[in-house]
Structures are given as C-alpha cells and as structure tokens.
C-alpha cells in the first residue's frame, strides 16, 4: 500500500479541536422545553451528556429552552406548576452512573408538563467510549416524541479534509464530533458516497496517480477497486436498493455515465452525448438518475430514467447549475449556482412546482447533501476566510456553522439511518 493508510472502523481520531459549533436563525415554532443537568454525567469526563443532547436539539431549530432551579433526575417528580409558570411544554431529566464492568448507565425520562404526565424514557448501558452516541440517541427518542418526526443526531457525515500535504476520508458524528479515518493518503481523495445501509464507503482516490473508484468497509476497513478502467473513474453514487453504482468513466473517450455491479461487474453506459455528463445521484425510489451535462453549452442538471433514456433539463435560472442532490421524499433538490457576482450558492428546487430559493447566506458552496429524515442539508463553504462544513434546516432559517482550524474541509456528504 506504499505511504498510503487504511485504517478500519475502531480507528478514531480526535474532533474535539478541530470544530465548534455556531447556531444563527430562529425556527418559525419552537418548544418550550427545560433540560436539567443529568446526576453524575461529570463521571464521563468531557461528554457531558445533557450539553450534547442540548446542542442537538439546538441545531434542529425545533426547541426553546427554559431554564429551572430542579435538580431532579428521571427518578424524581418535577414541579409541574412551577414549570408552567416558567413557560415550559416539556421536561427532561437523567442520570449517569458507572457500572462495576466499567461501562455507563446512562438513564433519562421526558414528561409532557402541561399534562402533567411521564412521557417515557430509556435506559442504555455503554462504553465510555459511546457516551456521546447514547446522548445523540436520547436527542433523537425526544425529538421524534415531540415532533413526531425521526430524528437524526445519531447518524453519521463523512466529509474530506486537506492539510500537511495529506488528504483524509474521515467519518464523523452528525454534528462534527467524535469518528473514525477510514482512509489517509498524500494523494487526492474525493467524492464519499455512503451506502443504503451505511455500512460502506465509496470514494475516488488518485493513489495510482489516477482516479480510481474504491468501496470501503467501515466495520473492517476492507476495500476493493470497483472502477478501474482506462482514463478517469469518477463521481460513485449508489442505487437505493444498494446493488449499484453510477460513476462517470472516460474508457470510451468523453465522459460519460455508466452503471456498474456493486462490485465493479457488468459496467453498461447509460448516456449517449458528446458532452461531458457526470455528478449522477439516484431519485429514492430508484427510477430516476439525475446528473450534470453541458450539452446545452454550460452546466445544466438533467433528469433520465435510471436504465438509460432521454434526458430532460431539470435547471433553466442561471448559466451554470451543478451538484444535484434529492431529497429523501423525493420532492427536493438541493444544489450549487453560480451567482451573477461570480459566487456559489446552494439552492433548493421545489421539484413539482419548479421554484427555486437560497438556502445559504455565504458564496462559495460546494456538494449539499441531505440529512436522512429530509429536514436538514449539509455543505461545505468558506466564511470569515476559513473553510467549514455548513448544517441549514430546509427553509434556510436555522443555519449551524461546525467550524474548523487550519484544515481544507471539502465534499460533505451525510450517512443513513443506522450505524
């Protein structure tokens, strides 16, 4: 493997230095709800338990916060009537407690307090190690009883960063914390495409002094070479139902899309132009590819039916259009303009009605990328002269900086539900 690292999926590295999390915008409805200090959460260290779930729910953009005198934990009875003179619909409260095999019970309860009723809880028992995702898991049990909605603080993004002359492929918690590098090399690595099931990872690596299409195994760190043929291999998406890959190849002269076998067999192209056509990302259900061509003369997003078939043009404002992204419903698609002052925004399409909106406030955007549950796109910019990766929610309002020191940050990219 020569000065290149694989490393596998128990390979961790250090986030904490390296983001900070700035929160900006108001949500149009928000919760009131009082989060009390979790008994004994100091006994974990630096993850404090109640801050991740606080800084969670924050980001959703979905939750007021009110503060209260109690110190009770999922074990206590809360003061209704002094809750609702505070202004709280809701109320949490926990514990963390060390276990004699050195692992964590982690405890918390949630009550409605306008009823006045015990609304659940959970009890969880994990490696120090996994107090961080127990916190993201309990962010998302309260998240989806209020909201009604799943969450999804406990999934993943994998993103590229750039720096010491080295390139690294990391894997990190939803909001920038905690993860693993499954790859580092001092050779370029971009495009990161999770899996339906979010078990792998694929990616392009010029290792070779080539691009080169690999999948990796984020629980073993096993990898295989699945487009390796003459010219460029470039841009894997995968199939909904996991059992393929479009990647844009050169082999024939251009580039153009093809489809392959998970495992790099039965390569078939899919587009028939001279131009270059490239970025495909499937529709959910599967039937549908869009990608980026400029047949037209610049950068448009088309739309063909995903077995090959004639294209449609999806994106008429504006003369260079890139990087699709489509929602998990299927209604939404999310991606880069150019501005008319040079800039580049990430945008949002209304796909039935055609409307297009700006989701971003900064001007050099890259690769959006939705959250699993559809409420959330992630993208990578530069702000204040640094590079960072960008969490909005879909109308734009509540906008999360996770902000980085001193790394080139690129080609954000967020994972599916489970892990």
Not at 220 to 230: I, L
Not at 279 to 300: H, K, L, T, W
Request: with cysteine; aromatic share 8%; charged share 20%.
């Amino acid at each position: 493997m020569g000065a290149l690292g694989a490393l596998g999926g128990a390979a961790a590295f250090s986030a904490r230095a390296e983001f900070r999390v700035e929160i900006s915008g108001i949500g149009a409805t928000q919760l009131p709800i009082t989060l009390l200090r979790f008994r004994g959460e100091e006994l974990g260290g630096d993850n404090l338990v109640s801050a991740i779930i606080r800084a969670d729910l924050e980001r959703s953009g979905a939750f007021k916060f009110v503060e209260s005198p109690l110190t009770i934990d999922e074990t206590g009875s809360p003061g209704f009537p002094d809750l609702r003179s505070r202004g709280a619909d809701a109320l949490v409260a926990g514990s963390v407690s060390k276990l004699v095999d050195g692992r964590f019970d982690v405890r918390y309860k949630l009550w409605d307090v306008v009823k006045g009723v015990d609304q659940g809880g959970q009890s969880m028992a994990v490696q120090a190690a996994d107090l961080r995702l127990a916190a993201h898991r309990i962010a998302d049990a309260i998240y989806e009883k209020l909201t009604g909605e799943k969450g999804v603080f406990a999934t993943r993004i994998a993103y590229v960063t750039k720096g010491g002359g080295r390139y690294t492929l990391r894997v990190a918690d939803a909001d920038g914390e905690g993860g693993q590098v499954p790859l580092t090399s001092p050779d370029p690595i971009i495009s990161p495409a999770w899996s339906p099931d979010g078990r792998e990872l694929a990616y392009v690596s010029f290792e070779t002094r080539k691009p080169v299409v690999w999948v990796q195994d984020m629980a073993t760190g096993q990898r295989r070479q699945v487009a390796n043929f003459k010219g460029s291999n470039s841009a894997p998406a995968w199939s909904p139902d996991g059992r393929q890959l479009a990647v844009t190849l050169s082999r024939d002269g251009g580039s153009q899309l093809f489809l392959l076998g998970r495992d790099g067999s039965n390569p078939r192209r899919i587009t028939q132009s001279h131009a270059i056509d490239t970025e495909p990302c499937f529709s959910p259900d599967g039937a549908s590819i869009y990608f980026v061509s400029d047949r037209g003369g610049s950068p448009q997003i088309y739309r063909m039916p995903a077995g090959g078939g004639n294209p449609e043009r999806v994106t008429f404002q504006g003369s260079y259009n890139v990087s699709p992204a489509i929602s998990p419903d299927g209604r939404t698609m999310a991606f880069v303009q150019r501005t008319g002052g040079g800039g580049f925004k990430v945008m949002t399409m209304d796909l039935g009605s055609g409307a297009v909106q700006s989701v971003s406030d900064t001007n050099d955007d890259e690769s959006p990328s939705f959250s699993p549950n559809g409420r959330f796109i992630i993208f990578a910019t530069r702000a204040q002269g640094r590079e960072l990766l960008m969490t909005t929610t879909l109308d734009g309002k509540i906008k999360t900086r996770l902000l980085t020191s001193g790394l080139d940050i690129r080609e954000p990219v967020w994972g599916p539900y489970g892990r």
